[in-house]
């Protein structure tokens, strides 16, 4: 199996029915076990041939979520990634589910999580990625009377 999926075009559509999902991760093999289960689950899992950078291969894709995993030692580079997807309207609200050893040592995270950020602790359970990944889907709870508080 590749392990790279071709940059889907512009204008191609997810398949009926399967959330598009583009998923990064440092170990190849992982990697492949990734993109497995989420297919079995129902998912088009899509995998960046450049893991440097997959901003462009996920705004050409035009996911309904990204699993962004972060390297140990490489926790800038990845700020660099969501802070693109922030600032490009085409990808700003995009849900973001963050996989690391330390979520809440990276710095600039907290407190972001309202913003379609999902942090996921190192080592996890594929049971709770699917979770995490199902809630981030759905999206943050409407905001009470206009944002207001309650």
């Given at each position: ?20 999902v583009v998923v990064t991760n440092h170990d190849p093999a992982f990697l492949e ?27 050409a894709a035009r996911p309904a979520a990204v699993v962004l995993d972060v390297p ?79």
């Amino acid at each position: 199996m590749a392990l790279s999926s071709p940059a889907p075009a512009a204008s191609s559509p997810p398949a009926p029915g399967r959330p598009r999902v583009v998923v990064t991760n440092h170990d190849p093999a992982f990697l492949e076990l990734l993109q497995l289960l989420l297919r079995e689950e129902g998912y088009e899992a899509l995998v960046p041939p450049k893991l440097d950078d997959p901003y462009p291969f996920v705004k050409a894709a035009r996911p309904a979520a990204v699993v962004l995993d972060v390297p140990f030692r490489q926790e800038t580079a990845t700020l660099g990634v969501l802070d693109k997807l922030r600032l490009d309207p085409a990808t700003a609200r995009l849900p973001v589910v963050v996989c690391s050893t330390a979520p809440r040592e990276l710095g600039g995270l907290d407190g972001r999580e309202g913003e379609g950020l999902y942090l996921l602790a190192k080592p996890f359970d594929l049971d709770r990625l699917l979770a995490v990944l199902a809630t981030a889907l759905r999206g943050p709870p409407p905001s009470r009377g206009g944002g207001r508080p309650a």
